[in-house]
């Protein structure tokens, strides 16, 4: 069963604008953790937050945690035609320390 | 350094066949994982060791599904009787032990078609 739901499914812009992306979850959580899937093969991790943590940045990327709303966001500051990929939230459970949970992910398409 | 690495990259075979897919997982890594994803769907849990053993194997979806790490570093993933259902990308990764957040590193996944 997926603990995420994404939202939206999928996400289509232009380079140099933003990309904003939600995450939904269901049970307590320990972290939470999004990565990047091209291709449909290997996933890349991007960033982790934990959940005493409410913000973080790497690089161009935003994280955002309310886990009052069980809810996160992930946004991507100017985008760029290399930032196609699909999006997954994943969350690492109190209760199972090394299992994540993945959504369903939503798909971004950058077109130059 | 060299990343996670899967074999085979692609595994084609008949219903009620056997088959084994490999996981070399990042050298110093104790802690690995196996994921099963389907089309258009995120990557969902299969089991993950500790060493050599089965931390968690309760994603693991019937008896015909058993993994293996015998000496706490390859993993071998096998399925018996193998069904149509069972076609996905099968993802292996692996992470350091030592801290409760795990960000794991994942392998490039085997494509398994069942005929």
């Known amino acids: 069963s997926q603990q995420g739901e994404e939202d939206p499914q999928a996400l289509s812009i232009q380079e140099g604008e933003n990309a904003t992306m939600n995450c939904s979850y269901k049970?307590?959580?320990?972290?939470l953790q999004w990565y990047r899937q091209n291709s449909g093969r290997g996933l890349v991790h991007l960033i982790l937050?934990?959940?005493?943590?409410r913000e973080k940045h790497s690089g161009r990327l935003r994280v955002t945690l309310d886990t009052s709303k069980k809810s996160s966001s992930l946004l991507i500051t100017a985008s760029r035609a290399a930032d196609t990929a699909s999006y997954f939230c994943a969350t690492g459970l109190t209760d199972s320390w090394g299992k994540l949970q993945f959504g369903a992910g939503t798909q971004v398409v950058v077109t130059p | 350094g060299a990343g996670v690495s899967q074999t085979p990259s692609n595994k084609v075979t008949e219903k009620g066949k056997y088959v084994e897919l490999r996981c070399d997982p990042i050298s110093g890594h104790t802690a690995l994982y196996w994921y099963r994803q389907s089309l258009g769907q995120g990557p969902e849990f299969l089991i993950y060791f500790q060493g050599t053993g089965a931390a968690d194997d309760s994603g693991l979806p019937n008896d015909r599904f058993f993994a293996v790490r015998p000496e706490g570093s390859v993993s071998t993933l096998k399925i018996q009787r193998t069904e149509r259902g069972d076609s996905a990308v099968y993802l292996c990764?692996?992470?350091?032990?030592?801290?409760?957040?795990?960000?794991?590193?994942f392998g490039p996944g085997t494509r398994l078609t069942v005929l």
């Open positions: 049970t307590s959580i320990n972290n």
């Open positions: 990764a692996s992470s350091s032990l030592g801290s409760s957040y795990n960000e794991q590193f």
């Open positions: 937050i934990r959940s005493n943590e």
